[in-house]
């Protein structure tokens, strides 16, 4: 082999080398931010519309709620680990990502709507925090998101004892499977949470989710990084893409 051939594939290797070391970095940095900082998630289904539509992709900011093995990505998430580090507690309306250990600890999102001591209730779909009915303003004629025509469908603007304000639906009126429940104490180490779309969300009020652990909070949900409408759209679909992305809710802070 000659020494231009030698050079050339010294030369060659130091750029495989760089890029290599590029790549190994850039890996190194996201996954450092996922597990410490922000790490993304989508919306896959209906249970909090109409304030995350399904196809959104949210940033989740783990620093609030401090760290545990919920906090970590699968595989790790099944480490014999037990406690958090920095731990602090969410308040009455925030939107939290939880893992479901009922539900093969998938990550599931909802509103914080119990903290520990509280007592929540839902009667004829309005919702009583410690024996108050929570105010709620009917939003005429809205446009809901609800399957099919429903003329019970309606929304409305609820308020939260501590002045959280957010929009939720009831696809089924006031008298939904989940409209109407027992009250429930939430224990110390635990939290009560609902979907914002309350006829189409397994939340605390049913067996499969009841109580939230406080180990298994993951984040809480600050902004849409990006949203896309599936049904506008086939992942094939590559010439519809454009037309379905959803520009407008872009940078929205998740509220």
């Not at 699968?74 to 969410?90: I, K, Q």
């Not at 609800?146 to 957010?166: H, K, Q, W």
């Given at each position: 082999?000659?020494d231009g051939e030698q050079s050339s594939l010294k030369e060659m290797a130091a ?154 639906q009831e696809c089924d009126g006031d008298s939904g499977d989940w409209d109407n ?75």
């Amino acid at each position: 082999m000659s020494d231009g051939e030698q050079s050339s594939l010294k030369e060659m290797a130091a750029e495989a080398w760089d890029v290599s070391k590029t790549v190994v970095i850039a890996v190194a940095v996201t996954l450092f931010v996922r597990f410490f900082f922000i790490q993304p998630f989508n919306i896959p289904s209906a249970s909090m519309e109409p304030t995350l539509m399904t196809g959104d992709f949210i940033l989740v900011d783990k620093i609030d709620y401090g760290y545990s093995k919920a906090s970590l990505i699968y595989p790790l998430t099944r480490m014999p680990l037990e406690g958090r580090a920095f731990s602090d507690m969410p308040d009455r309306g925030e939107v939290a990502v939880f893992k479901n250990a009922r539900d093969r600890n998938k990550d599931y999102v909802k509103r914080i709507i119990g903290v520990p001591g509280d007592t929540i209730q839902v009667i004829g779909g309005v919702l009583y925090v410690n024996g108050k009915a929570v105010e709620r303003e009917l939003i005429p004629d809205p446009e809901t998101t609800c399957e099919g025509y429903n003329p019970s469908a309606r929304r409305y603007r609820e308020t939260l004892p501590d002045g959280p304000t957010y929009t939720v639906q009831e696809c089924d009126g006031d008298s939904g499977d989940w409209d109407n429940t027992a009250p429930k104490r939430v224990p110390e180490g635990f939290y009560f949470a609902m979907g914002d779309n309350r006829d189409r969300s397994a939340d605390s009020r049913t067996p499969m989710v009841n109580f939230v652990p406080h180990d298994q909070l993951v984040g809480r949900a600050r902004r849409v990084a990006f949203s896309v409408d599936g049904d506008k759209a086939k992942f094939w679909e590559v010439w519809r893409w454009p037309f379905a992305i959803r520009y407008g809710r872009i940078g929205d802070k998740v509220e």
